[in-house]
Every structure is written in C-alpha cells, then in structure tokens.
C-alpha cells in the first residue's frame, strides 16, 4: 500500500475514534445532568459503582480546583501534541492513532465542557464506602490512559516498528 493510502487510513482511525469517543462522551454528560440533580448519587452496581453528578473546576482527580485559565491552553497543547504525533506517526501501525484519537476525543470533551460551563462534568464513581477512586467521565480515561499508552509507545515499540515503506508489499 502506498505511503499516502496509509496516512490517509491513519487519519481515518484518528478521526473515527475521536468522533466516536467524543460523541460518547458529550451525550453521557448531557444524559447525567438531564437525569440526576447535582450532588445525588445513583448506585449501579452496589456501593461499588455509583452514578454522582458532580462538578470539577480543576484537573484529574480534582487538582488545581478553580484554575479553569490554567487548563484551557492545556487543552489546546494537548490537541496540537495529537496533530504532532499523528504527522509523525503516520506510517505507523493504525493503533496508535486510535489512540491519539482517543486522546484528541478526551481533551476535546473536557475542553468543550470548560469553554461551555466552566467546569467538567464527573459522574462515575467507583469505590467502597469513603475509599474512593475520585470522580470521573468518558474523557477521563480517553486522556490518561491514551496519555500512557502513547507514552509506551514511543519508549518501546516505536524503537522496533519500521515504518511502513512504500515500496513494500507486505504493507
């Protein structure tokens, strides 16, 4: 497969997974704001898996609380960091760029909600009694997972994936 076919699929899984993602993620919000009022909680599974409507000024795990001037310009170098990458990613293997879609998808929807409310919505909580794992939505594990999968990548298999050549037909 030529070099421009491959960029041009690349792009498609970045733009698929991101859309994708995105949407999911916006909807979800929409859907805990329309249906639990701030603050309750909804239990799904237990204690273990609680729906909670919450409101996060700050970053993951509610650092940085009311630095919303902090995390837009944040947002946008996290985008202009998935643009970098998938240039120079582009011969690589499609999953990666699931993955910077994801990622791309992740800071869009925080940064949707940031520029629109001047918070993020934050619904799933998961944990037993007070121990609990802090609050989060679809965007959450979009940015820090695809964050350290992409981190990984770059550490080890990027070192021994060739790029896709041109030229060959395995490709």
């Given at each position: 497969?030529?070099?421009?076919r491959?960029?041009?699929?690349?792009?498609?899984?970045?733009?698929?997974?991101?859309?994708?993602?995105?949407?999911?993620?916006?909807?979800?919000?929409a859907?805990?704001?329309?249906?639990?009022?701030?603050?309750?909680?909804v239990?799904?599974?237990?204690?273990?898996?609680?729906?909670?409507?919450?409101?996060?000024?700050?970053?993951a795990?509610?650092?940085?609380?009311?630095?919303?001037?902090?995390?837009v310009?944040?947002?946008l170098?996290?985008?202009?960091?998935?643009?970098?990458?998938?240039?120079?990613?582009?011969?690589?293997?499609?999953?990666?760029?699931?993955?910077?879609?994801?990622?791309?998808?992740?800071?869009?929807g925080?940064?949707?909600?940031?520029?629109?409310?001047?918070?993020?919505?934050?619904?799933?909580?998961?944990?037993?009694?007070?121990?609990?794992?802090?609050?989060?939505?679809?965007?959450?594990?979009?940015?820090?997972?695809?964050?350290?999968?992409?981190?990984?990548y770059?550490?080890f298999?990027?070192?021994?994936?060739?790029?896709?050549?041109?030229?060959?037909?395995?490709?």
């Amino acid at each position: 497969m030529d070099s421009s076919r491959w960029a041009w699929r690349a792009t498609w899984a970045l733009a698929v997974t991101a859309v994708v993602l995105y949407v999911a993620d916006q909807l979800t919000k929409a859907w805990v704001v329309a249906t639990i009022p701030y603050g309750e909680q909804v239990p799904v599974i237990g204690n273990l898996v609680v729906l909670w409507h919450l409101r996060n000024t700050g970053a993951a795990f509610s650092l940085f609380q009311g630095a919303t001037w902090l995390f837009v310009p944040v947002h946008l170098l996290a985008i202009g960091m998935v643009a970098y990458f998938h240039i120079q990613l582009r011969q690589r293997s499609l999953w990666i760029h699931v993955v910077l879609g994801a990622i791309l998808a992740g800071g869009l929807g925080n940064l949707t909600d940031r520029l629109r409310q001047g918070y993020v919505t934050d619904f799933v909580s998961v944990g037993i009694g007070d121990l609990r794992w802090p609050a989060f939505n679809v965007a959450d594990p979009c940015l820090v997972l695809g964050i350290i999968i992409l981190v990984a990548y770059l550490m080890f298999a990027e070192r021994s994936e060739p790029a896709r050549d041109a030229g060959d037909p395995s490709s």
